[in-house]
């Protein structure tokens, strides 16, 4: 099983920006899509970002596609989520997360895996 650690949230300015981490163990890090969830309080989790194996293919939620970028470096098992022009509404818990196959960006057969998550605070 793979364990995902999440790191980099924080309180932040509406405007502002973050960049969460995602270190993942294991050897098999490179062979699945990665992505990135988030659960506001009192709201169900919803996606936000999804990334293929290779890194060339990603995929993003409306509310924060042209503002959020995933990427990630595999010799490091890490994905990333660079967030910027944040506002209050992208206050939440982000969550990292393990696809189930190499391409599902969208994650739409699902999740294997998940962090523990990391808070994101942004006030207006």
């Known amino acids: 099983q793979v364990q995902l650690v999440e790191s980099g949230g924080g309180l932040v300015q509406a405007g502002g920006s973050l960049r969460l981490s995602c270190a993942a163990s294991?050897?098999?890090?490179?062979?699945?899509?990665m992505g990135w969830f988030r659960q506001a309080p009192g709201k169900e989790r919803e996606f936000v970002a999804g990334i293929s194996w290779s890194g060339t293919s990603t995929y993003y939620a409306d509310s924060v596609n042209g503002r959020f970028t995933i990427s990630r470096v595999n010799a490091k098992n890490t994905v990333y989520l660079q967030m910027n022009s944040l506002n209050p509404e992208d206050t939440a818990v982000y969550y990292c997360a393990k696809s189930l196959n190499y391409k599902d960006v969208n994650f739409s057969a699902g999740v294997d895996s998940w962090g523990q998550g990391t808070q994101v605070t942004v006030s207006s």
């Open positions: 294991g050897r098999t890090f490179s062979t699945y899509a």
